[in-house]
């Protein structure tokens, strides 16, 4: 069952220890009741007695079916999930003496990552004796920061980890600049105006 995990983390029924408990809820009045007739209250209701604030003086419970109240839950931790935005890091390699065609395809990859959102890793792989190129690497990291600087803030400045000479790069948040382009409205108000004014006339 995909409620399993929230099992547990709620007495229920009998398993409430505190002589009373405040209730609320749509269909019962609320207030503090002894826990026997909070029982008793739920049974007429076909549903549960359930703990929701245990530390509470005294405790607050509520009168809903146990699995439609995990349902409940379930469902708003996924909302929340929803709402946190993820950030995914896109890698792209080079080589150490990458050409102008390969280095031009993997520049409008990032450009593409940057636009969704996306954070961008670049490296640049040293095979053997190629690390004696290390300065090119760094040459070839900072000109592809260079030529993103419209779509990306440097996260971390070229740095050789191992065999790899990395940056990290975030994507630039922009104001979205489409809207600008849209000046209908205010046509439509000196239209209005225009008409007015033949009225007035």
Known sequence: MKNDSL?????I??????KEVR????????KVYPIAQALRLAEEHEADLVEISP???PPVCRIIDYSKFLYQLKKRQKEQKAKQVKVN???IRFGPQTDDHDYNFKLKH?????????????YVFFKGRSILFKEQGEVLLLRFANDLEDYAK???????EGKRMIIQLSPKKTAAPKKVATPKPADNASKAAAAEEQEEE
């Open 154 to 160: 440097v996260d971390q400045l070229p740095v050789l």
């Open 13 to 18: 029924n009998e398993q409430i220890r505190a």
């Open 89 to 91: 890091v896109k890698e």
């Open 55 to 57: 530390n509470a003086e």
């Open 7 to 11: 099992k547990g983390q709620h007495r």
């Open 23 to 30: 209730i609320v809820g749509d269909e019962v009045e609320a």
């Open 110 to 122: 990032a450009k593409g990552f940057l636009e969704d959102g996306d954070k961008v890793k670049a």
